[in-house]
C-alpha cells in the first residue's frame, strides 16, 4: 500500500538557517504530493502541492520538488523565522478513486530567536 | 467563502457517554472525510462520505463508532460509549467534486475530545 516517511523531529533552527525537511514516499501509479502545516493547536492548512514528476510547488518561501526517480518530496526553505514553528505534514493522494491522502507522522520544526 | 468549520471546539465526555462531533464542509463541497490525531502521531483517516452517503469507512472502528453527512446539515461522527482511548484530536476536511484541484482537502479546526 502507499506510504510516506519523514525525518523525525523535533528539527531545531536558528532564525534565518536554512530548513530541509525530507520527506519519501511509496506508492503505486503517479500520485499528487502535499506539504501541510500544523500551528499549535490548529487544523492543518496546505502549505504547497505538486502534481506530477519534476513539479515544483512553492509558497510563503517554501519550496518542494517532485522528484519521482528517487520517490521524494523534500521540504526547503532558505531562511527560517520563528512563526515558521510548526508540524509539517508530508503527504501523497494516489490518482483516482476516493482522493484519500495518506499522511506522514509529521516532523516538528522550532525556530529559535 | 468560509472555510471548514467544526464543533465543539473541545468536548470533555466521562466515560460511557456519546459524543457528537459536528463537520460543515466549504461552500460547493460535497465530499467530507474525517481523520483522528493521537498526540505525537500523524492523521489517520477514518471515514469519507458523500451527501446522503459513506464511501469508505474503512479507518473507522466498528463498533460504538458512526458517521453520517445528510442532504441538509452538516456532517455528524458519533462515538458511543466513550473510552479513555477515544481522547484525541478529530479533523474534518472537505473537498470539491469535478475537475482541478479535487484532490486537494480543506481542513478544519479540529475537536480536540477529553475523555474523563
Known amino acids: 500500500g502507499d506510504s510516506v516517511t519523514q525525518m523525525e523531529g523535533p528539527v531545531t533552527l536558528s532564525e534565518e538557517a536554512f530548513l530541509t525537511i525530507n520527506c519519501t514516499y511509496t506508492?503505486?501509479?503517479?500520485?499528487?504530493l502535499f506539504w501541510y502545516v500544523q500551528y499549535p493547536g490548529e487544523g492543518l492548512q496546505l502549505l504547497l502541492k505538486a502534481t506530477k514528476a519534476d513539479d515544483k510547488g512553492s509558497n510563503k518561501g517554501f519550496e518542494a520538488t517532485y522528484r519521482k526517480e528517487t520517490t521524494s518530496f523534500h521540504l526547503e526553505k532558505g531562511s527560517v523565522q520563528v512563526s515558521d514553528s510548526a508540524v509539517y505534514f508530508c503527504?501523497?493522494?494516489?490518482?483516482?478513486?476516493?482522493?484519500?491522502?495518506?499522511f506522514g507522522r509529521g516532523t516538528s520544526l522550532i525556530v529559535h530567536p | 467563502n468560509a472555510g471548514v468549520m467544526q464543533n465543539p471546539r473541545h468536548l470533555v465526555r466521562r466515560r460511557g457517554q456519546e459524543a457528537r462531533l459536528r463537520c460543515s464542509p466549504m461552500k460547493g463541497h460535497s465530499h467530507v472525510y474525517w481523520y483522528r490525531q493521537l498526540p505525537e502521531e500523524g492523521l489517520k483517516f477514518m471515514v469519507y462520505?458523500?451527501?446522503?452517503?459513506?464511501?469508505?469507512e474503512s479507518g473507522m472502528p466498528k463498533e460504538r463508532f458512526s458517521a453520517e453527512f445528510p442532504k441538509e446539515g452538516p456532517s455528524i461522527l458519533r462515538i458511543q460509549q466513550v473510552v479513555r482511548g477515544d481522547s484525541a484530536a478529530y479533523f474534518c476536511?472537505?473537498?470539491?467534486?469535478?475537475?482541478?484541484?479535487?484532490?486537494?482537502?480543506?481542513f478544519g479546526p479540529g475537536t480536540r475530545l477529553t475523555v474523563l
Open positions: 462520505l458523500q451527501k446522503e452517503n459513506i464511501i469508505d
Open positions: 503527504a501523497l493522494s494516489s490518482s483516482g478513486g476516493s482522493y484519500i491522502p495518506t
Open positions: 476536511a472537505s473537498r470539491p467534486s469535478g475537475t482541478g484541484g479535487t484532490d486537494t482537502q480543506y
Open positions: 506508492a503505486t501509479g503517479y500520485p499528487s
